[in-house]
């Protein structure tokens, strides 16, 4: 059974970055992959998350500022219960100078986006957000999520994306 969820996400342009950002890396990480603009992996090697993904796929690759940004994405829920409450949390830094510097960091309830709960199993899901028009460059981050019931750690993923104007 494949649950499809989609979402449409309208807020200010802090809200347009880090949800884009948050949802395109917390619910579709891969173990390794690149597509284009871009580039995530599991903080760990050695542990097993319980989200997991067997396909993505980002337009425009790379994502574009002042654009409509959509991802889909085909997964699985490895978790033995349903979430019924899940939290993420982004930490995001930009490039300048060669320098990174933090934008901040952002908590989001996954339920908010998704309908919850998440039963275990495959799931397909679309995204969409228009990024704002500026900054443009490239951004580096990490993602966790965390099941709130009992804290534990569903994914957790460093990243890096470059959005081109």
């Known amino acids: 059974y494949k649950r ?20 395109i890396v917390a619910l579709y990480a891969v173990s390794v992959a690149s597509t284009g603009g871009l580039v995530w992996h599991y ?46 949390e982004v930490k995001i830094s930009y490039s300048k100078g060669g320098k990174w510097i933090p934008i901040g960091d952002f908590t989001q309830n996954v339920c908010d986006f998704i309908p919850c709960p998440l039963n275990p199993g495959p799931f397909s899901l679309d995204q969409s957000a228009t990024l704002p ?9 990490s993602v966790t999520m965390t099941d709130d019931s009992n804290k534990k750690l569903l994914l957790c993923v460093n990243f890096t994306v470059s959005i081109i104007a």
């Open 4 to 23: 499809q969820v989609s979402t449409q996400s309208t807020g200010s342009r802090k809200m347009n970055v880090s949800i884009l950002l948050a949802l």
């Open 43 to 88: 903080c760990s090697s050695t542990v097993h998350y319980p989200v997991t993904i067997n396909n993505l796929v980002l337009s425009p690759n790379p994502p574009k500022a002042n654009t409509l940004c959509k991802a889909h994405v085909d997964g699985n829920l490895t978790y033995a219960n349903p979430i019924k409450s899940a939290s993420s």
């Open 133 to 141: 028009p500026q900054p443009t460059g490239d951004f580096s981050g």
